[in-house]
Nanobody, 122 residues
């Protein structure tokens, strides 16, 4: 049974840092990603990383502030978020796929976690 479990979300202030984790189990994946969904908005791509390989991808809105990484020995993906802004508020979802394509499209990901809430107050 495939499971993706996110953790680390909480209420922070603008300018703070936060690290999210996603623990994966159940099968092997080729790539993993973070998406987020703000209230009343579509779920959007945040960052992604190949499981084996150096390739990462970031949304323009987080480039230079967020860093995605993986610990393959423990099947955990991280999202280090620095200089958080109120517009970063949302539910952050972990996603995984078995066939790497662009890394950026929701439709490419076969498995999803339930999400972890991040609230950035101004």
């Amino acid at each position: 049974q495939v499971q993706l479990i996110e953790s680390g979300g909480r209420l922070v202030q603008a300018g703070d840092s936060l690290r999210l984790s996603c623990t994966a189990s159940g099968r092997a994946f080729t790539s993993m990603a973070w998406f987020r969904q703000a209230p009343g908005k579509e779920r959007e791509f945040v960052a992604a990383i190949e499981v084996i390989g150096p390739i990462t991808a970031y949304a323009d809105s987080v480039k230079g502030r967020f860093t995605v990484s993986r610990d393959n020995t423990q099947n955990i993906m991280f999202l280090q978020m620095n200089t958080l802004k109120p517009e970063d508020t949302g539910v952050y979802y972990c996603a995984a796929c078995t066939t790497t394509q662009t890394l950026r499209l929701r439709s490419e990901y076969d498995y999803w976690g339930r999400g972890t809430q991040v609230i950035v107050s101004s």
